[in-house]
Nanobody, 121 residues
Framework: QVQLVESGGGLVQAGGSLRLSCAASGSIFSINAMGWYRQAPGKQRELVAAITSGGTINYADSVKGRFTISRDNAKYTVHLQMDSLKPEDTAVYYC???????????????WGQGTLVTVSS
């Protein structure tokens, strides 16, 4: 009924930039929070950045000043602009969104399939 599709990962040198995008589609009544998480090898998944439908933003301390999250409520998309990338940013990045499904008016939380970001030193 509802799905998230991510794009934009890849390999970049330290100091470079990447932009991740995530698009939601399907039977959507509304989307509350949208965000990005990441999981590095051997580590737990952690919040990178999140944004509510009203525009309230939360960043992990490790990415403040380097990453920028944005969303387009009309297009059901969320983006993560990543600048000044460091090797420690290497991880699989996952999109996350909390929906109200249009057909059932029920709450649903979904994860994207993940996109790999590799930052070389």
């Amino acid at each position: 009924q509802v799905q998230l599709v991510e794009s934009g990962g890849g390999l970049v040198q330290a100091g470079g930039s990447l932009r991740l995008s995530c698009a939601a589609s399907g039977s959507i009544f509304s989307i509350n929070a949208m965000g990005w998480y990441r999981q590095a090898p051997g580590k737990q998944r952690e919040l990178v950045a999140a944004i509510t439908s009203g525009g309230t933003i939360n960043y992990a301390d490790s990415v403040k000043g380097r990453f920028t999250i944005s969303r387009d409520n009309a297009k059901y998309t969320v983006h993560l602009q990543m600048d000044s990338l460091k090797p420690e940013d290497t991880a699989v990045y996952y999109c996350n969104a909390a929906f109200v499904v249009a057909s059932t008016r029920t709450y649903l939380e979904l994860w994207g399939q993940g996109t790999l970001v590799t930052v070389s030193s």
